[in-house]
């Protein structure tokens, strides 16, 4: 007997601890101070916790709507372990029953020796970082874990029935790469009828265990920027869906699609077994299916669960009109339910941690335990009528109204500064001139070495940084403390051989938090933190308001850095688009708006860095890539807005200061031409991981200025070696004329430890010397 999907469910939660319980405990088994029982067990805790939570914010226990939905690390490795797909590389790490334990698993992240880890980019629209399978014809899948099958049997010893949730065998496919020697034409969803098998088997054994529903994430479905055929990707989710379904005595189907609307993936999945559909009605639209409803088979037929509470950001929105888009679904379906539009593991846990907010600020707000409660209370409301919750929609309705009115959500100098823009703010001088007279004024050699801005933030330096908060040092001591380390990081790059120098970012907790922390129109968090990939875990801040910049914010520490040496020191920003990417965003107007709103701020800065004699100043745009629209017709707006940020906050400068950007997580065959566009000097990408995968696009966009393909991975604790350093360079020298190349590692320091990184740029630098020698420069 089929049993009904819950009235009100999350697609995912938090799953790094309230207070980073797991990160903490994966970190103490990295270093070896618990054992994996300890591990497993700390998870454990952490699971049961989290069940215990979400009944009480009112899901229910026995109904499946708790996702059943945790990882040690990241759940597209999770699928990749348990359908059997290692890399060729890491095959001595599976134990003889076919397994890997939970060392091996880490490794496969992490790397080891000579060996890689997998490549590491962004997941979909949004700041969470995934590991790419790789997926050949030697591939062979099995069910190689049962981890998932004893994480509901764990539930359901406990008292729960919770509803298993892993990456859908579409996604998982299209998200994955071709393994290294696969043929040219070869694409991993040429192995779904291989891989479909055991998906069957896996959800075979998840009834066995107590499940009754499954849910199987499928955002890659709402994606118009896979490189495989729509045709091709919708005539494989309809065989997958077929087969899945056809499974005996399974668990009930529901298959999620979030980070948009379907489209024409909607009537495949209607038309297909599964009993349940998600539908993210925050970037997608009713309307839209309401259109479609002749094409859309059995809808009625189907559960449509309505991703009406935002998963993705942390505003607490209008509730009156979610539930107004739940009871317009109904015009499909008579079966409605209410979800979180994503996994709510985007958000921080919960506001009640945030005893230093503004309380005004916390009335605007819903992070994940708020949204839960909100899901719900719509939930209620299904059941039985707008009335039952009428008082929620109503405070929520009041709350809006107040954020629209409050002092500093409009600030009409900042309108008017940005109303007056002409052309010209986004536009700087020809880039020969600009050339000749960044030569003339930095003279550097041949292969410019330099890093991309951070240093290993030290356990001295959180210390310090803490003891100043609390008032335990003075502002003046702290300060001395700072301008030590930098004096230090700036000894160690002479001693070593950099060419141009950064003052290592002492002072800064976060590149973006930094940033909010010095300009009106922010707030940030105490207790904030979401996961970013593994262990790795930042506090988005809050842009609330218009923004502005009250005074210089980087300008003194970079003039003192250049005090300290003669080499060239590089001034460190972070550009327009990341300080959006990586905040929870104000909602009420374009996302230009803002972008242009910080772009003046940054350009106010910029000019007050070169006035203080700083001549490279590089704005970080790791960020570009993960904010494009998956939908194909809305990238060419964003693609516009978020290039002329950039421009509007770097066209301000005279031709002899060099202009550099950061890039990197991301596929840039997507966006080369708008990274041209930033009309940068020099644009350092990351590329290590993949092995210079990035080099041929280059070569075939023409791009004509300064490049620093990375040839070290920071994301790893790998020391890469001299001779892999120099493979590295000679791949970008082989696609890119030399006067272009610059050096440099893929990313910031920030997270590394001084002994690996000391190594590394060693390396870095000796490889950079036996190149020059080599080619005589």
Not at 659 to 664: D, E, F, N, P, R
Not at 758 to 764: A, E, H, K, T, W
Request: charged share 25%.
């Amino acid at each position: 007997m089929s049993t009904p999907f819950p009235t009100g469910t999350i697609l995912g939660y938090p799953r790094i601890g309230r207070r980073r319980e797991l990160k903490k405990a994966v970190e103490s088994f990295w270093a070896g101070r618990i054992t994996a029982d300890e591990l497993e067990a700390a998870a454990a805790e952490l699971r049961a916790v989290t069940r215990e939570r979400l009944v009480g914010l009112g899901l229910g226990a026995t109904d499946s709507s708790i996702p059943e939905a945790f990882s040690f690390y990241d759940q597209v490795l999770d699928a990749a372990v348990t359908v059997g797909a290692v890399p060729s590389r890491f095959q001595r790490l599976v134990r003889e029953d076919g397994t890997l334990d939970l060392a091996g698993y880490f490794t496969i992240a992490r790397g080891e020796g000579n060996d890689v880890p997998a490549e590491m980019t962004k997941w979909f629209e949004s700041n969470y970082h995934y590991l790419v399978p790789e997926i050949g014809p030697e591939t062979e899948f099995h069910l190689a874990s049962d981890r998932l099958l004893r994480e509901v049997a764990e539930a359901t010893t406990s008292g729960y029935r919770t509803r298993p949730v892993i990456v859908g065998p579409i996604t998982f496919l299209l998200l994955s790469k071709p393994s290294e020697g696969a043929p040219a034409d070869y694409r991993p969803l040429d192995r779904l009828d291989d891989l479909l098998p055991v998906y069957a088997e896996l959800i075979a054994g998840l009834t066995a265990v107590g499940a009754e529903w499954v849910q199987f994430d499928e955002p890659a479905l709402v994606s118009e920027s896979i490189e495989v055929d729509r045709a091709t990707v919708l005539e494989a989710t309809a065989r997958a869906y077929e087969l899945l379904g056809a499974v005996p005595a399974r668990p009930q189907i529901f298959v999620a699609a979030p980070y948009g609307s379907l489209d024409d993936a909607l009537p495949v999945l209607l038309a297909s077994p599964v009993e349940a559909v998600g539908l993210d009605l925050v970037k997608g639209s009713v309307p839209e299916l309401v259109e479609g409803r002749a094409s859309t088979g059995s809808a009625t037929e189907k559960t449509l669960v309505g991703g009406v509470v935002d998963g993705h950001n942390i505003w607490r929105g209008d509730l009156d009109a979610a539930f107004a888009t739940l009871e317009s679904l109904r015009a499909l379906s008579p079966n409605v339910a209410v979800s979180s539009s994503t996994s709510l593991f985007h958000t921080p846990h919960s506001i009640t941690d945030e005893p230093a907010l503004d309380n005004r600020l916390k009335s605007w707000l819903a992070f994940a335990d708020e949204k839960v409660a909100q899901i719900a209370a719509l939930a209620t409301g299904l059941a039985e009528g707008r009335d039952a919750i009428a008082e929620t929609l109503d405070a929520a309705s009041v709350a809006l109204k107040d954020r629209r009115d409050a002092p500093g959500v409009r600030d009409g100098a900042v309108r008017a500064r940005a109303a007056a823009l002409t052309d010209a703010d986004f536009h700087r001088g020809d880039y020969d001139e600009r050339q000749s007279a960044q030569d003339a004024a930095l003279g550097l050699p041949f292969l410019p070495t330099t890093t991309i801005g951070s240093f290993p933030q030290t356990g001295d330096i959180r210390k310090a940084r803490a003891a100043n908060a609390r008032g335990d040092i003075s502002d003046a001591e702290y300060t001395e403390f700072l301008k030590a380390e930098i004096k230090s990081v700036v000894d160690l790059q002479e001693e070593i051989g950099i060419d141009v120098i950064v003052h290592g970012e002492p002072e800064r907790n976060d590149m973006v938090q930094y940033f909010a922390e010095n300009l009106d129109g922010f707030a940030v968090t105490q207790n904030g933190w979401v996961q970013s990939y593994g262990s790795r875990c930042t506090r988005p801040s809050l842009l609330w308001g218009d923004v502005s910049r009250p005074a210089p914010i980087t300008v003194d520490w970079s003039a003192y850095t250049q005090t300290l040496t003669e080499k060239p020191v590089k001034g460190m920003l972070t550009g327009p688009v990341t300080i959006l990417a990586w905040s929870f965003v104000r909602d009420d107007q374009p996302l230009a708006d803002t972008a242009n709103q910080v772009a003046l701020a940054l350009r106010d800065e910029i000019t007050d860095l070169e006035a203080a004699g700083i001549g490279v100043i590089q704005v970080d745009e790791p960020a570009l890539r993960e904010l494009l629209p998956l939908k194909l017709a809305d990238q060419p707006s964003y693609l516009d807005w978020s290039v002329g940020s950039f421009r509007l906050a770097t066209s301000g400068v005279a031709p002899r200061t060099q202009i550099h950007t950061h890039l990197c997580y991301s596929e840039f065959g997507v966006v080369i031409d708008a990274i041209n566009l930033l009309d940068a000097d020099v644009t350092s990408i990351e590329a290590a991981r993949s092995k210079m995968d990035v080099v041929p696009e280059i070569k075939s966009s023409g791009f004509g200025r300064g490049i620093g393909p990375g040839v070290y991975d920071i994301h790893s604790p790998r020391v890469p070696s001299v001779d892999e350093v120099t493979e590295l360079i000679d791949i970008a020298l082989g696609s890119i004329p030399n006067r272009q190349v610059w050096v440099n590692p893929d990313c910031g320091l920030k997270t590394r430890g001084y002994t690996e990184t000391v190594d590394s740029l060693r390396n870095v630098v000796a490889a950079t010397k036996a190149v020059r020698e080599r080619v005589g420069a």
